[in-house]
């Protein structure tokens, strides 16, 4: 069945963001998505000056070989497809990762060792007003700038978060409402309630109910 994109202020929405599944889980994943990968997350020119005034407050949280990184590139880079992305270590895991013991959000109890990223962890502790790019935050989302001054959410499927899709099936959450936060911080509270109203006409209109 086809499934129309929709239009939200001057975002365009695909349709999975609002039909797909999504609940990440940790326990099965342990934040595998800050370290899979051959580049580091996007971020913007405004974020890249956000995380390097924030950096002494991450710093000794991270590992020596990120430090190492840190020191010689700075905390983005642009990779070959000329993107701007954060540094890596080891060809693949972003230098702002981090690892403790957690309190899993999802109520399945303590996760051992699980990846973590600093701004984040900083952010929620209180001590720094970033929180961390919002291509991190807004994952599995993925934002693209368009034309027009439009700017485009997709709904990115990736192997490593079969369980989090699982989970998300089991609690009946979709994708939009599992990124209810950071699209919030993103777009706005406004934007984001009507988003909800958008999501809920469309699913009457496909499957002529009101639950999804």
């Known amino acids: ?13 695909s349709p999975d963001v609002i039909f797909e599944k999504f609940c990440c889980d940790l ?3 342990k934040g595998e998505c800050c370290i899979e ?3 580091g997350a996007p971020v913007t020119l ?4 956000e995380m390097e005034g924030a950096l002494d407050v991450v710093w000794n949280d991270l590992s020596a070989s990120a430090q190492s990184v840190i020191d010689k590139q700075g905390v983005a880079y642009t990779d070959v497809e000329g993107d701007l992305v954060t540094s890596i270590v080891h060809g693949k895991n972003c230098v702002f990762t981090c690892f403790a013991d957690i309190e899993d959000f999802g109520g399945d109890g303590t996760i051992r060792n699980c990846c973590l990223c600093a701004f984040e962890r900083a952010f929620r502790a209180g001590r720094s ?4 790019p919002v291509s991190c935050a807004l994952y599995p ?19 490593i978060c079969e369980k989090a899709r699982q ?3 089991a609690r009946n959450l ?3 409402r599992f990124l209810k936060e950071p699209l919030v911080r993103r777009f706005g509270e406004e934007w984001y309630k009507e988003l909800e109203k958008v999501a809920e006409e469309l699913k009457k209109a496909v499957l002529g109910s009101e639950s999804f």
């Open 46 to 49: 405004d974020e890249v000056a």
């Open 27 to 29: 326990k099965a994943c």
């Open 1 to 13: 069945m086809y499934l129309p994109i929709v239009q939200v202020g001057d975002v365009l929405v």
């Open 167 to 169: 989970k998300g099936e």
């Open 37 to 39: 990968g051959d580049a």
């Open 174 to 176: 979709p994708v939009y």
């Open 141 to 159: 989302i993925r934002e693209k700038r368009l034309g027009a001054g439009l700017t485009g959410l997709n709904y990115n499927k990736w192997s």
């Open 129 to 132: 007003p970033f929180f961390k």
